[in-house]
């Protein structure tokens, strides 16, 4: 007669130290990203995951960040998203770069004004406005510590290198990258040419032109990111949590296109344990992103032309 033990549920010493090993290697990467491009950026959503990403590089750099932080800003973010960007970029002196796709948004050409269908209005207003960010094409604005408002940035240097706070269960098409991924001058992505990545082994070495995006939390999950964020008390966006009305966003977009979820989590704790009891477990995270649906439920073909 055999006999079936069930493993025990991990312990919080084990997942203290799974947080540890994590928060090293992606201190590790923020490093290695520093030491190899010397035009490097990082982008910031404003969401959970690049707010973790930006809270390790201020541990990676003893308190200081020492890149700009990009933001793409659509102008149709949810408003708490935007006060909150600049909360933390003037109490953590941070230097933050926001651009549009100013042209795209007079002429009208997104979805909200009716003129394009939800891929077409994410290529203006993401895609084809962080290429133009990153290259220095188009305009960027500063954040102006002395002022408290944002200025025309007159250094227009391309920023090469792109550090990224995606996760490779977030959705399918980011379990294909790799910690340093290569992209062409245009920011295409072609998924059959990325670099091998064998026992910690890293290419940071790429050919003139290319450009290079850098994910430090390819191997974070959901439930990893809320547990740090607790551990580390990280401030978030209040939009995750639920105020009294029975939902919450669980990712965070632009308004129209980001529906909040059925949920009662009023705080950090919360969702860790609804994360835990299997709520969410069987459905995407980004389930409430209308673009997602559109391209198939994925990313993939917005992201081989450059989407974050």
């Given at each position: 007669m055999s006999t079936t033990t069930l493993a025990a549920p991990p312990s919080r010493a084990s997942r203290i130290d799974h947080l540890d090993a994590l928060e090293h290697r992606s201190v590790h990467l923020l490093r290695e990203a520093y030491a190899s491009f010397p035009q490097l950026a990082m982008l910031w959503s404003i969401g959970k995951d690049s707010t973790v990403l930006l809270w390790l590089a201020r541990k990676a750099f003893f308190g200081h960040v020492p890149m700009p932080l990009v933001h793409i800003d659509t102008s149709y973010k949810i408003p708490e998203m935007i006060q909150y960007r600049d909360r933390l970029a003037a109490e953590w002196r941070l230097t933050v770069i926001y651009g549009q796709n100013e042209e795209a948004l007079a002429a009208k050409q997104t979805f909200p004004d009716g003129n394009v269908d939800r891929l077409t209005c994410c290529g203006n207003l993401k895609t084809e406005a962080l290429r133009r960010t990153l290259s220095g094409e188009g305009k960027r604005y500063r954040f102006d510590h002395k002022l408290g408002k944002y200025v025309v940035d007159t250094n227009r240097e391309p920023?090469?290198?792109?550090?990224?706070?995606?996760?490779?269960?977030?959705?399918?098409?980011r379990s294909k990258e790799r910690y340093f991924s290569p992209r062409s001058g245009e920011n295409n992505w072609n998924i059959a040419d990325q670099p091998p990545e064998f026992w910690n082994q890293y290419a940071t070495e790429f050919a003139p032109g290319t450009h290079v995006r850098i994910h430090p939390l390819l191997d974070w999950t959901e439930l990893d990111i809320w547990e740090y964020i607790e551990r580390e008390r990280i401030p978030t966006v209040a939009l995750y949590y639920d105020q009294g009305k029975g939902e919450r966003y669980r990712s965070l977009g632009c308004w129209p296109c980001t529906k909040a979820v059925t949920s009662d989590a009023k705080n950090v704790q919360e969702i860790i344990v609804e994360l835990k009891s299997g709520r969410f477990a069987n459905i995407a995270e980004r389930s409430g992103r209308a673009q997602d649906k559109d391209d198939g439920g994925g990313l993939e073909s917005l992201r081989r032309?450059?989407?974050m």
């Open positions: 920023y090469t290198g792109v550090i990224v706070g995606a996760r490779a269960d977030e959705e399918g098409s032309d450059g989407y």
